[in-house]
Structure formats: C-alpha cells, structure tokens
C-alpha cells in the first residue's frame, strides 16, 4: 500500500510540473511510478470499467467516439485521448484519473497499441477487448500481421471471459482458438461491389487451411465477406452490421446500422468502419441509442485525423497515413471532392513512423494522377523517396516541389493556387509539423 500511494504521488507530482512547465506529460509520470511500484495498474484500476481499443487503423477515432458516447452517461468516464497508447502512457491515465479518497465507479475507454495489449492485461482485467484490423504497419517493429495478432492474444489469454468486440470483415479474426465471448461488426452491402482483393492485400490465404479467400465482396484491402472454397471457413454471423450506405461526401457519410439511419460526421469508409465499432461497443455497454446517434453525427475530427486547421485563407485537413491501407482509404477519401486542391505529403522514417519507407510504393498513388491536384507539396525527412514515388506514379515532374524546412512548406501553403489543401502525414511529421504551427501562432496547443 505504501508502495503504491508513493507511486501514485510521484506520478502526478511529475505529471503536473510536466503539463505546466512543458505542456505535456503522457508517458514519464506512468515510468515512473511503474519503476516505484511494478504493478502500480492493480492498484489504480479498481472500480473501474475498462474497455481496450486496439488494431492497425481506427484505434484513435473510435476511442474518441466510445469515451464521448459514456461520458453523456451517469458513469464518470475518462480516456487518454491525447493518443499516448503504450504502457507508460495508459499507466499516466489511470493515475491522472485516480482519487484517494473517492472511491466511485469510473469507465475507462483506451486505446492501446497492439504490443501493448498483454503488458497492460496481465495486470488488470478489462471488461470489453476491442480489435479493429490488422494491417502491415511498420514491420520493422511488429513484423507481419500474423505476429500482431498473435501480441495481442497473448493478452487476451489472460482473461477467457472478457467480451471480445471484433471486426468480422476481417479474416484474421473470423476464428480466434479463445473461449472468450464474441460480438461481431462489419458490413452486409459494398460501396462499389468490388470482388477482387490485390496481389499486395495483407491476408488473402484461409487461416485455417492457407487457401487464397473467395470474397462475395471486398470493402477494401483484405477486408470483406469471405469464406475458403477449400474448408469451408467463413465469415462469422454479424451482431452489429452497415446494412446500406445511403451517402458518401467529403464531409460526410449516411448509413443503415441494424435497420436504423446515422449520420456520420467523418468521411470515408474506414470511418464507416470506426463509427460501426463504436456503435457495437456502445451496444455492448448499453449506452442508449440517442447518445451514439448524436456523438456519431457530431464527433469532432483532431489531432491528424481528418484535422482541418485555417491557415489564414486555406483551410487544410490533415489526414495521418502510416501503411499503405490507411494511405489507400484517405486518397480514396480525398477522391470525394470534386474541386481543384493542392496535395501536401510529408514522410519521416523516425522510429514512430516506421524507418522503412518502402511501404509507399503498395500505395495507390497513381490513383491521384486521376484528381484535379495543382501542386503537389512535398517535405520531411524523406521527402526526396517521396518526390520519386509521386513522379513515377503520377508521371508529372513540374508540379512536384519539395521544401526542406516547416516554415519554407507553411509559405508554400499559403500560396498555393486552392483555397484547401489536404495533406496527409507520418506520425512524427504530424507532430513536429503541428508544433511548428502552436509555435507559429496559427493553432493552439493540444495538449492544453
């Protein structure tokens, strides 16, 4: 006890000299209170219900989604919501949100980066593990899908009884070896009836038997409904399904979910996918079906997804990539729009982002020779790979500029011959990009 009161108050002595003298301070206060006491999370998250958010892509929309949909509950909730997912990270929550001498019930709705998952669950117990997708992302650090999912059953493993929400569009998760109960999402209808997946899609080959899938329909990349013609594996039946997408705008989309019309705030399909998992948590913990019809229709897009930020009279939105699924779906997204836009692309190959940028080549980037780009701005530390991928994908060379610092791209934005700009960047592109801006005057801090 005395262990982990002293834990305890380290971390939020740390946590508030960080936010104040710094203005952030997500991960250190957790280090140290887990050097002080190992298992400090036993301590921090009793009376609380946890719910973990992992996967590939969508990991940081839909926590944003559940944690406003339970926080219009009775029930206090918290999230870390400023995206820091590791162990630390999720270590600084839990203590930032814990009371000595009040001892209510709390919900806690994290998201959790997917090696994560087994460090956090052998010491608490959540009551909802939630999986989204399982893309190739930065192999150098998970390595192939496969080894992902098999990091995050490793957590899962710890406790047979929590509920399992997964994406049952999603082969890889259609027959997990796990007694824990399952609930299901996915889509019953395709936007453009595709049947095809790619040569470079990520899992093609039955789980079960390693035969190449037959799909009914692809949504996108490996995603879809599909079943093995060899053993007869299949996608599972749906709890939570997109039963027609009635509307897909830029700004937007409207869509039938279990017989009932939502409105969607955000565009694209993968966002389809992550207002449809945060309905089926929702249902899950019994949040009434006005609370996740409002936040569904109102969430607000932050911090690099889908962010749009007005730089005197551009308005830029900011779409994160980080694999070449994620990528695909915000040019697809991107696609939407019909105006002229200038395109900004900035690529790193720090830690964070991946160091191997030989991904961009799987990504569809010929599919933007097709779209009435201007100028295409190019910058980061990679900047040069990116320049190259972008001529031989769009066979132009003399719309293609490349700037070396954040303040020669920032006046490249501001004179760009359209009023939007979209740019899609790496994770530490986007950090030290929005950084630049708080210091500059032309956003406020995030972590305020």
């Known amino acids: 006890m005395i262990q982990s009161t002293l834990a305890i108050l380290a971390s939020k002595s740390a946590s508030f000299i960080l936010k104040k003298g710094f203005k952030k301070g997500t991960s250190l206060p957790g280090k140290i209170a887990s050097k002080i006491c190992p298992d400090i999370m036993r301590h921090v998250s009793k009376r609380v219900k946890i719910v973990l ?47 000595f001498f009040k001892k209510e019930e709390k919900t806690a709705i994290i998201e959790i980066d997917e090696a994560n998952v087994p460090l956090i669950c052998r010491y608490v117990k959540p009551d909802i593990i939630c999986i989204t997708n399982l893309f190739r992302d930065q192999l150098d650090r998970y390595g192939e899908v496969y080894t992902t ?52 899609t990520d899992a093609k080959h039955c789980i079960v038997c390693k035969h190449p899938y037959d799909y009914d329909f692809v949504t996108y990349n490996h995603l879809g409904k599909y079943h093995c013609p060899n053993c007869g594996y299949e996608r599972p039946a749906l709890d939570d399904a997109v039963e027609a997408i ?36 929702g249902e899950a913990l019994a949040i009434d079906h006005t609370i996740i019809k409002d936040v569904l229709e109102n969430q607000e897009s932050r911090f690099g997804r889908q962010e749009v930020i007005q730089l005197e009279d551009k308005k830029m939105t900011i779409f994160l990539v980080k694999n070449p699924a994620g990528f695909n779906q915000t040019i697809d997204t991107i696609a939407l729009d019909q105006e002229p836009f200038t395109c900004l692309f900035m690529l790193n190959d720090r830690y964070a982002d991946g160091t191997d940028v030989s991904w961009i080549y799987d990504v569809h ?49 501001l004179a760009a011959p359209t009023p939007h700009v979209y740019a899609t960047l790496t994770y530490t592109a986007m950090l030290e990009y929005r950084k630049y801006l708080e210091n500059a005057g032309y956003i406020k801090d995030y972590w305020r």
């Open 149 to 200: 999912l098999e990091k995050i059953m490793k957590g899962v493993a710890y406790h047979q009884d929590t509920l399992l929400i997964l994406n049952g569009d999603e082969p890889l998760l259609g027959h997990l070896d796990c007694p824990n109960p399952k609930r299901y999402y996915g889509f019953n209808v395709s936007y453009d009836q595709d049947q095809q997946i790619e040569m470079n």
């Open 365 to 413: 980037l010929e599919n933007l020779a097709k779209l009435p780009i201007k100028e295409y701005i190019i910058g980061g530390i990679r900047a040069y790979d990116m320049a190259v991928r972008l001529k031989i994908a769009t066979g132009k060379s003399d719309h293609l500029n490349v700037y070396e610092d954040y303040e020669a791209i920032t006046k490249a934005v």
């Open 246 to 281: 009635l509307e897909m705008k830029p700004y937007g989309s409207k869509v039938i979910i279990n017989k009932e019309e939502y409105t969607i705030s955000q565009a694209g399909l993968y966002n389809i996918y992550n207002a449809l998992c945060a309905y089926s948590i």
């Open 53 to 99: 958010i992992t996967g590939t892509n969508g990991k940081t929309t839909t926590t944003s989604m559940v944690y406003h949909m339970a926080d219009k509950t009775k029930v206090p909730a918290f999230s870390n919501i400023s995206g820091a997912n590791m162990e630390w990270g999720i270590i600084t929550s839990f203590i930032d949100h814990y009371r």
